[in-house]
């Protein structure tokens, strides 16, 4: 066991500034939940407080930031009860929108908590309370009062799709017998990729492998039926799908594509597809088209395809079939604020070429390296978002080998992340 004197001095002085500045944590909290940043019925899971009972058996207790890495838990979470039934199912996370998310997500039977504050006190209440066999952490949130203290009890660590922030990097580097004592906390360490190993190996991390938890999925599914009906409607046209779109992006990316349409058509009229993540925006989407003057067609009211310029998809379960069908794919979510952006993966086991805009916190890491692999592009909302339109109606080869290489990129993240469970249930006893 690591006891408070064994921990290198940062560490032990970190335990004890922040034991010292624990009372002041229930108002800076309720400050927070007066500004909607905390849940006020669960102010208590703050301080390591549970109303839920402990579940009987072995617990796996697997904690994320927020959105983001809260979404790549699931898949995890899913094939460890597949593997494992009667394993008791425990997640953390530190922010409102990420507990809705698990609220609406989790499979049933595991049990969602907000993630303790890193003082002593709390994380020693949430671990006695919960006594976990196994504890996953994700991507780059470490606090050190919650990590020694499992330690200490025995929990067996996990860290994947490890990485850490430039800055997070730079002040690692100032305290490397500490750093190294923390990253030797765990069992297991799958970095992010390439770049990331090498950071955290730099560090004294002993890194196992690579594995991002975001990769691992499917290729989204379609039904061949459907497909084939669909080909033979659009009869050659060419397809433009903006999949999975928020408020203020359908008229931005209509008049982009009625711009591209005018200058690269020849021959079958292009279609684009508007695919709203809220079918219910279906039908003011189809009333916004026909004010910019697009005939539009509207799946929700049973309209066909036929000579529409725009047809909206406002059927839930069908971006498998639009993808198969697109000659270029906009992704959604992300011309906008606060949306975070969608999953580029998608688009990309399917190898259809894909272009994005420049608000993808939630998969910003994939975005990062699929650029970096040549394999997509950012655009902004007008021009080169028509350009990149135009391209795609006029067969631009570039499409084609950002496609081939978005495909390698995914099924290669996907073969990696595959592996994951199995690694993590060998640390369970």
């Known amino acids: 066991m690591t006891g408070p004197q064994s921990l290198p001095t940062a560490f032990r002085l970190y335990a004890t500034v922040t034991g010292l500045i624990a009372p002041l944590a229930p108002m800076l909290l309720s400050n927070r939940a007066r500004k909607g940043k905390e849940d006020a019925a669960r102010i208590d899971e703050r301080f390591g407080k549970a109303k839920v009972a402990r579940p009987q058996g072995a617990l796996a207790w697997l904690h994320a930031a927020s959105v983001g890495e809260s979404l790549s838990l699931l898949p995890l979470i899913d094939a460890l009860g597949a593997a494992r039934p009667g394993l008791g199912l425990l997640v953390t996370s530190g922010t409102t929108t ?59 660590l996990a860290w994947l799709s490890a990485k850490l922030s430039i800055r997070s990097y730079q002040n690692w580097r100032r305290l490397p017998g500490a750093t190294r004592r923390l990253f030797g906390v765990f069992d297991l360490i799958l970095a992010r990729g390439e770049a990331e190993a090498a950071f955290l190996t730099s560090l004294g991390a002993n890194i196992a492998g690579l594995a991002d938890l975001k990769f691992g999925a499917d290729p989204l599914p379609v039904d061949e039926a459907v497909l084939q009906t669909r080909r033979a409607e659009l009869a050659g046209r060419p397809v433009i799908l903006a999949a999975s779109t928020h408020p203020g992006e359908d008229e931005p990316i209509a008049k982009a594509f009625a711009a591209a349409r005018t200058a690269a058509c020849e021959g079958a009229q292009p279609l684009l597809v508007l695919a709203p993540r809220h079918p219910d925006r279906g039908a003011a ?69 894909f272009v994005f805009g420049p608000y993808v916190d939630n998969w910003s890491g994939v975005y990062e390296r699929l650029l970096d692999a040549d394999a997509t592009e950012w655009v902004s909302i007008d021009d080169s978002l028509t350009i990149a339109i135009k391209a795609a109606l006029t067969g631009d080869p570039k499409l084609a080998s950002m496609a081939d290489k978005a495909k390698a990129f995914a099924r290669a993240g996907d073969l990696a992340a595959r592996a994951v469970p199995d690694q993590v249930m060998a640390l369970l006893p």
């Not at 066999?133 to 991507?139: I, R, T």
């Open 285 to 353: 989407i189809a009333e916004l088209m026909a004010a910019l003057g697009l005939r539009a067609a509207r799946q929700g009211a049973g309209e066909p395809i036929s000579d529409a310029e725009v047809f909206v998809a406002d059927q839930l379960g069908e971006l498998g079939l639009w993808f198969r069908l697109a000659r270029l794919a906009i992704m959604g979510g992300s011309f906008e604020r606060g949306i975070g952006g969608h999953n580029p993966l998608e688009p990309a086991r399917l190898g259809v070429p």
């Open 98 to 156: 990420s507990a809705a998310l698990m609220a609406q997500r989790l499979p049933p039977g595991a049990i969602h908590q907000y993630a303790p504050i890193d003082t002593p006190a709390a994380t020693a209440a949430f671990l006695d309370h919960w006594r976990p066999d196994l504890g996953v952490f994700v991507e780059g949130e470490l606090w050190p009062n919650l990590l020694f203290g499992a330690k200490a009890r025995g929990v067996r």
